[in-house]
């Protein structure tokens, strides 16, 4: 038996007849009174716990108090910051009035993983007696995994494999009829469900869509760039015409692209998990996994890839062996200079560009000049350092027997323009520190970067161009915003002077040493050769993104410019649209700022999110683990930069915070780009949520020498700042010590 008091209670002010039309009704039993906000169960926002809810009341008087103190409680503290925080300014309040049951078992049910957002997984947690002792932590539950008609238990409650199933049903019955996972609390007695509550799961991350009907296979191009944070729709644009992607789906602020097709051409397969293996292991596994469905992958139509190869792939790494041949290490300032001149040119075309033909002009830019650029003859010689690092290797294990020798040869390499802006940030910092009224001013807030010098000035005309993030056009770039340059020069404050020198210099010795050593023993000119041309060509490798980078800064320059001058609303706005609706816009036509206003709500929810690295159209998502030498307890990752290090954790998902971080501290963190490569001059260690064998901050942590692991999900959430924790960069583990 249940009871509702109605929405118009609480909108007219609580008018006397309720109490009346209460006081007539027989209430015997022990009633739950729960809040049922208008606002809440939304698909994006649940309100679960913000307003109160009352169990194990009875009597007229206590029952009329109960729901009193639910109405009130919409406008309690924690209530009145969710609304805020999701833009929630319509609401009232109604409150339902249930007979209690007293269970022998009760819990709920997931539809749908929250934690991984697999919808063809259910999960059931179960305690005994009522489900407050679960959602209290009073009880430790049973939980019950569903997966194609399997079940994996933990724990010890005892309900029949029967009544799960019979209860996934139930589950199932409930999801179809509001048409979304729902998370759903239940109670069993006498051997009969009882249903309390259902409600939308609101942390599901999208699902992409497939076009066919046929089930396809995405992965995250986050997880490869290692920028996982929400794109907003205009980054989105570029990324994806860079890419030649015909078809990228757009889920939850992220760009998935889509594999399917590539699954079943065993070259270009061969080619991702290449690609996969070296940027981030958990994607390679789990593509490993879906290539283990024969069926699936016979059953793949034919059609057109969803992405195109570069036309120039072959004729670029034949280029690069040509150059190693001749040992031809001019390429590196001609392809320099050849770079700069791209850039002074495009500043100079851009100029003569307004309105829509602006838009037109980026456009055919990064068709015609960006992608050419990115795919410069330069990639080739970058792609057979790559293959020379193996061969490299595999000599150290035969002569020295090391098996990590390339991140000593790796370490303070030539021709790293990433490496090179962390050096010459430290720099600054070296002056900053002989000013300590610019060190007070700095640490109190200060922004205006003309204090600290001209030096600073040169720095921007170089990197200005540069973020965290910086694959997204939107970021705001270090000219910007300086905020998080100040944050980290004030961690780079906590170093000696000459810090970023001397770590610099004592990895150029470390590096001579162990070649010195190898060559003594292998006693090979091809060797020599291949190690010169290593050291002297892979620091290259972040070269053409900072280029990308430079022009992107040209693009929008421009795009900020022309939305001033035709007077759009807030700058931010050009953001929300795509190129069409960008053109549009310049062009002088309306511009839909509701459907702008909507996708800043929505964006704002998305980031919250934890996009999947491998999933399906219909919601099934891969969940990779990565095999390794772990103690018990510890958090599993991939070791990326050999070594073993104890020290406290610094916790950080936003670069602006860099400044809190001490000497001797291990930087947790969901991801590093170039941005953060300034930070790696302040920590003994690395751990991060995201990446590789060769992404950025594996490569850096391996050129300064710092233990690293990556790929450790949820590090940010399950390691606390302050925590003592040991990092294993060879195994790939990290243990939380007492």
């Known amino acids: 038996m249940g009871y509702v008091i109605t929405t118009k209670v609480f909108d007219e002010k609580y008018p006397i ?66 609304r805020e925080k999701n833009g929630i300014h319509t609401f009232s309040m109604a409150v339902v009035l249930q007979e209690m049951v007293a269970p022998e078992y009760s819990g709920v049910m997931f539809t749908a993983d929250p934690s991984s957002s697999d919808r063809l997984t259910t999960i059931i947690e179960a305690v005994s007696g009522l489900g407050e002792e679960l959602v209290s932590g ?55 469900f009882y249903i309390v509550q259902a409600r939308p799961i609101t942390t599901l991350y999208p699902k992409p869509q497939s076009s066919d009907g046929f089930k ?41 692209v889509d594999i399917t097709r590539h699954l079943k051409s065993l070259f270009r397969r061969n080619l991702l998990l290449w690609e996969f293996k070296g940027f981030d292991k958990r994607i390679y596994d789990g593509v490993q996994e879906v290539l283990q469905r024969k069926e699936y992958i016979r059953s793949i139509p034919k059609g057109e890839f ?103 040869i790796g370490k303070s390499i030539p021709n790293n323009i990433t490496s090179e802006m962390g050096i010459e940030l430290g720099r600054i910092a ?26 600073f000035s040169a720095f921007l005309n170089k990197y200005g161009c540069r973020c965290s993030g910086e694959i997204d056009i939107t970021k705001p770039r270090y000219s910007e915003e300086h905020k998080a340059l100040i944050a980290i020069l004030l961690a780079d404050l906590n170093q000696p002077d000459g810090h970023a020198d001397i770590i610099f210099e004592r990895g150029l010795k470390e590096s001579q040493k162990v070649i010195d050593e190898l060559l003594m023993k292998a006693k090979s000119k091809v060797l020599k050769k291949r190690i010169l041309f290593y050291r002297n060509f892979w620091g290259l490798r972040e070269a053409p993104k900072y280029y990308m980078m430079r022009q992107f800064w040209v693009y929008k320059q421009a795009l ?55 999933v399906f159209s219909d919601g099934e998502v891969i969940k990779t683990f990565h095999d390794t030498k772990a103690p018990n307890n510890s958090l599993v990752g991939i070791g990326v930069s050999k070594g073993t290090i104890i020290g406290r954790a610094r916790v950080i998902v936003d670069i602006f ?19 953060w490569t300034p930070v790696f001059l302040s920590i003994i260690g690395l751990v991060t949520e995201v990446g590789g064998m060769v992404t950025h901050g594996s490569v850096v942590a391996r050129e300064y020498g710092l233990p690293a692991v990556v790929g450790v999900d949820n590090a940010t959430k399950s390691i606390c700042t302050g925590d003592m924790i040991r990092v294993n960069g060879e195994d790939g583990w990290v243990e939380i010590l007492p």
């Open 657 to 675: 915070n860099a400044k809190d971080i001490q000497q001797g501290e291990i930087l947790v963190t969901r991801f590093t780009d170039p941005s």
């Open 560 to 614: 900020i410019k022309e939305a001033k001058r035709l007077g759009i609303r807030n700058i931010d706005d050009i953001y929300y649209m795509d190129f069409k609706e960008l053109k549009s816009a310049f062009c002088g036509n309306k511009i839909n700022y509701e459907k702008i206003d909507k996708m800043k709500i929505d964006y704002n929810h998305y980031e919250i999110l934890n996009p999947p690295r491998i």
């Open 430 to 455: 070296d002056i900053v520190r002989r000013q300590p009224e610019l060190v007070d001013y700095l640490k109190n807030g200060g922004e205006d970067i003309t204090k600290i010098g001209t030096e």
């Open 17 to 82: 007849e309720w109490e009346t039309e209460l006081s007539s009704l027989s209430l015997n039993g022990i009633y739950a009174v729960r809040s049922s906000s208008t606002a809440e169960d939304m698909p994006a926002n649940s309100f679960a716990g913000q307003q109160d809810t009352y169990l194990n009341i009875s009597g007229l008087e206590n029952i009329k108090n109960a729901i009193n103190n639910c109405f009130a409680s919409i406008n309690n503290e924690r209530a009145l910051h969710y």
């Open 138 to 192: 009073r009880k430790i539950p049973t939980m019950y995994k569903i997966k194609n008609g399997n079940i994996q238990k933990s724990g010890e409650n005892k309900i029949s494999d029967e009544k799960i199933y019979e209860l996934v049903q139930i589950g199932n019955k409930i999801q179809n009829s509001f048409g979304s996972e729902q998370d759903i609390e239940w109670c069993l007695k006498d051997d009969t």
């Open 306 to 408: 969803s992405f195109k190869l570069p036309k120039n792939i072959l004729p670029t790494i034949i280029m690069g062996w040509k150059t190693y041949i001749k040992n031809d290490v001019s390429v590196i300032q001609k392809y320099f200079r050849r770079m700069e001149d791209s850039v002074k040119e495009l500043e100079k075309e851009i100029a003569n560009h307004h309105e829509g033909e602006l838009v037109s002009f980026i456009e055919r830019d990064i068709q015609n000049n960006l992608v050419k650029a990115f795919r410069d003859p330069i990639w080739g010689c970058i792609s057979v350092a790559r293959v020379i690092a193996s061969y490299i290797k595999k000599k150290s294990e035969k002569y020295i027997g090391e098996n990590d020798i390339i991140s000593e």
């Open 216 to 256: 396809r296979c995405y992965y995250s191009m986050g997880h490869l760039q290692m920028m996982t944070n929400t794109i907003l729709p205009l980054g989105g644009e570029f990324l994806s015409l860079m890419m030649g992607t015909e078809s990228p789906s757009f889920c939850g602020g992220r760009i998935y």
